[in-house]
């Protein structure tokens, strides 16, 4: 059986793909899927969900790598409206949501840290608005408005010209660009988001034109999206041994994003592509929580009725889960947070009569972080509950008041809290990137057919910094709660309410006493950081198969900034490492693929974890006994895996396929933190309250030290059944193994690796209208975090969704989407595996768990 023979150029097949939103590299596969050995051309008209999906498995068919793919419909039809949730459907990956919405992603079990993504195949600076989110390489999918999205591209295996840095995968986000579209496109789309933790029904616009000239050599590209959304969770948590309580969270955030791209192309054989975006999130955010807490603490002299997680030496009694209340303690964090990032870029490429090459120059910044935070305490220091207990015996944090009403409770005073509680954690992330790539076409060379080589240069730089404010001497921090009280908070998962006063008050009130601002310098962390690499690929070809195999050199050279006794201060540290890899499909039938691949490749460690300068956590915060020393270190190897993958695929029609594959990853290097406990508070250089003295500290520095095997199946199954109807279903199996002592909690597996992962999807589709029903679903897994959240075990969760579509006319669309339809709660557990006293992160304990929204979108989209 003769192989395919590609052929560049198919305009049709151009066309049709550029119409549909493809992305580039993906629109080279069907062009060159297009061409069969008799130079007959394929025309993929991408028309509805059929078709997109069949655009979809056609970029994956002819693809080299083990690569998945999912394309816009149309303009502004991308799947769903937050992109992580699209990509939840994709075999091996899984998805982390940030408040009930979709934020990171991680592919084959390798964590949300070992993913990499990129915007058009670079960086795209980010910062996260949440106080306690350490500094990450990972991309806040928060961020990214799925009406730019033209199309998403996952590699699972790797190739010599992708920029390193993704172990579990590569996520490609492209966005369009002018000539490529119809003169004179418009789009725009009103619609309102409902959620129902919130009762609040939110606005978004957005919008689109494109242009081009009559010769078709220049045109531009505007669009924009605005959305506000009113977003609230309910719970329960619990920081033991000091109490636990109903919480609530609001937050009314605005996200803004505009993008602009320009394209000329002066000839048939050069172009010019600028695209500037500007992505901005506002975010006012307050905790709520009425915290009762345990009466058998150092302070409070109860006694515990029952224990769970006992150790097995004299006085390890285990962790209390049932006993008597203490006090109530009403509490509050206002908080103002800002993110946002800024690209400019700018492609050119020039097609020879025998070879291509491109040239990728720009610079992404971002800012972001808190910029002000505040905590109001309970005035009265806390009011007893006589008679009252807990009990969490039953998986779930319940508690009994005998009869103090928490609805009413008013603590008749708020205690603000000043100094190192009274803040800003600005962030900054920025980087300048330089990329050059050439592709020659060859003959003569046997069954190499290309030969691809290419340079990277990247300046990236990082900052994480603190603010205490100033406040005019004689500031009384207590204020009355009388004329502030705004009805009731809903929190916990019990329909339980609490007081809630006025935040904006409450804010003005604070901000009112503000003289100026210092820096903590012992916060300061930098991490400045050059990034090159080279390589070369060949691509091959013969009868019945085809592949490429390269290598890819990287050099990095880091260094991390930061303040000892007010003296600016730095450490360096490098290394370099050869990437090599192949990928092979073989055609055993014209319907019937086996691919297999391997690599070595590399994931950088977190900047978090970099950061030399020790940062002490648990410092003022109403536990006297949680305070750690946490030091960095810049010298940390990249994480590094050796990787497999086999795999067979069956298009048993156009429109359909079955496959199944099997993967296997070696990764070295994970960061192990070395803990020594009961160090004295005179030994560390930070004052300490005496009821925190007391206690002294426990100090953690990082290393590299353990490794980690990751062993999975995959297997998706897609048809459209030609009568309308059709259905997507995929599973994953993966199993992560590592030693007991990689992670503090000592669970020998990794960090959001979740054994068993299922979609099943069906939709059914006319002319005019199309509904598709989904359901999402992933068994329980560890969630790792540094500070008061720590280590604890995500119990199993799955969402369903609904998406339906009336197409009114060929230009106006209305669309409903309602994502957890049966309102799924996120539920958290203890999941240490060695003894602490006292501790809510002992095996089993219910430490976090919280409602999750059901949000339905509702909206009207022209295009003409």
Known sequence: MSTLTFKKGALATSIAVALAGVPASVAFAAEEAAANQDDKIEVIEVRGIRGSLKAN??????????????????????????????????????????????????????????????????????????????????????????????????YKSSQADISEGGIGGTVVVNTRTPLKLDSNTAYASIEAQYSDDSEETDPQFSGMYSWKNDEETFGFLVSAVAQERHLQRQGNEAFWQWGAGPVGFEQNRKRNAFTVALEWAPTENLSFVLNAMDMEMEADNTNFALWLTQADTTWGGGQTDEFIAPGSEPGQVGTPVKGPLNVAYYQARPREATMNSDLIDLKTTYEGEAFTLEVQVGTTESDGGTDFEMVVDDGTGGTPIPGGTYDFTGGTQKWDTNGFDIATYDPGSLAMGTGANFNATPKTDEETYFQADVEFQVEDWGIITAVKTGFRYADHNTTSRKFEFNQADGFNNVISTSGLAQGSYDV?????????????????????????????????????????????????????YRGNFGVRYIQTDAESIYYVDGVKSSTKADYSEVLPSVNFAYNLEEDLILRLSAARTIARPQYNDMYVNPSPLGVNDDTPNNQIWVAGNVALEPYKADQFDIGLEWYFNENSLISGAVFAKKVDNFVKVIETQNVPASEIPLQLPPEEAAFGWTTQTKENAEDADILGFEFQYQQD???????MVNYTYTDTETDDLAFSDQNPFL?????????????????????RLSYNWRSEYMLRESGAYGNRLHDDFGSLDLSAVYNFNENITFKVDVVNMTGEESKQYGNNQQYTHYSGFADGFPVYQYAVATRINAGVSFKF
């Open 721 to 727: 059944f030609g009568n309308g109807f059709g259905t």
């Open 492 to 544: 916990g998962l019990d329909n339980l309410e609490i007081m809630k006063f006025d935040v904006a008050e409450l804010k003005k009130w604070a901000k009112n006493s503000i003289t100026g601002k210092t820096e903590d310098l012992g916060a300061y962390s930098e991490i400045q950081e050059d990034n090159t690499a080279a390589y070369v690929m060949a691509k091959y070809e013969g009868e019945n």
């Open 751 to 771: 960090t959001d690796a979740s054994d068993h992962t299922y979609n099943l999807t069906g939709y059914y589709e006319t002319d005019d209208f199309y509904v």
């Open 57 to 154: 498995l056609n970029a994956k068919r002819f693809s080299d790598a083990v690569v998945d793919v999912i394309n816009a419909e149309d303009i502004g039809k991308f799947p769903d409206k937050n992109v992580a949730e699209s990509l939840q459907r994709v075999p091996g990956i899984t998805i982390q949501r940030q408040f009930g919405e979709g934020s990171s992603v991680s592919i084959r079990g390798a964590g949300q840290n070992l993913t990499k993504t990129t915007l058009n195949g670079q960086n795209v600076a980010s910062t996260g608005w949440f106080v306690l989110e350490p500094a990450k390489r990972s991309f806040n999918y928060e961020l990214l408005p799925s009406e730019l999205v033209g199309g998403l591209e996952v």
